[in-house]
Antibody, heavy 121, light 109 residues
Framework: QVQLQESGPGLVKPSETLSLTCTVS????????WSWIRQPPGKGLEWIGY???????NYNPSLKSRVTISVDTSKNQFSLKLSSVTAADTAVYYC???????????????WGKGTTVTVSS | SSELTQDPAVSVALGQTVRITCQGD??????ASWYQQKPGQAPVLVIY???NRPSGIPDRFSGSSSGNTASLTITGAQAEDEADYYC????????????FGTGTKVTVL
């Protein structure tokens, strides 16, 4: 079955750019939409943004100025870049597969295990 | 984007029924999906659409919706159902943004 795996540095310095990659295995990235979600310590889930396999994107307005999500269909991967990070960006970052249609609404049915990113000097 | 509001915590006796609610304007237009998250684990989809359960989710989980409120019901709660539950939907802006609810901690007594 489809599995997702996040990868990237666990420690990022303030003001630098956080970069994560999600590798999709057991299925093709060339359908569905692909999301990034984060969870600060002890807090709830926050949607960061998603990308369709075609490359079209949608971002959380509160993060839009700092976020870029891209897809590499040849590698079956999609990536997150978050610039100018501060301690408030410390969180567990998840990637997830999403689907949407008029009959079911949107849902995310496959999630990665998550990766912890700490912003600290 | 719009907000989805959930009660912070509910408790249920073992074997009894608990309903978790999610309120928001966007739910008048879009179905909610529901996720279970246990400590240290990734969220798991338990309900989506009108009342659809992914493969492997027990049938004691069910969903419903009325007006601006979506509900997740656990009928005959088990000890393993103790977890945080989050709702999610597209927001009401028309821009197809996603939004998560504030989360509900379910304690099974």
């Amino acid at each position: 079955q489809v599995q997702l795996q996040e990868s990237g540095p666990g420690l990022v310095k303030p003001s630098e750019t956080l970069s994560l990659t999600c590798t999709v295995s057991g299925g093709s990235i060339s359908s569905y939409y692909w999301s990034w979600i984060r969870q600060p310590p002890g807090k709830g889930l926050e949607w960061i943004g998603y990308i369709y396999y075609s490359g079209s994107t949608n971002y959380n307005p509160s993060l839009k100025s700092r976020v870029t999500i891209s897809v590499d269909t040849s590698k079956n991967q999609f990536s997150l870049k978050l610039s100018s990070v501060t301690a408030a960006d410390t969180a567990v970052y998840y990637c997830a597969r999403g689907d949407y249609d008029i009959l079911t609404g949107s849902y995310m049915d496959v999630w990665g295990k998550g990766t912890t990113v700490t912003v600290s000097s | 984007s719009s907000e989805l509001t959930q009660d912070p915590a509910v408790s249920v006796a073992l074997g009894q029924t608990v309903r978790i609610t999610c309120q928001g304007d966007s739910l008048r237009s879009y179905y909610a999906s529901w996720y279970q998250q246990k400590p240290g684990q990734a969220p798991v989809l338990v309900i989506y659409g009108k009342n659809n359960r992914p493969s492997g989710i027990p049938d004691r989980f069910s969903g419903s919706s009325s007006g601006n409120t979506a509900s997740l019901t656990i009928t005959g709660a088990q000890a393993e159902d103790e977890a945080d539950y989050y709702c999610n939907s597209r927001d009401s802006s028309g821009n197809h943004l996603e939004v998560f609810g504030t989360g509900t901690k379910v304690t099974v007594l």
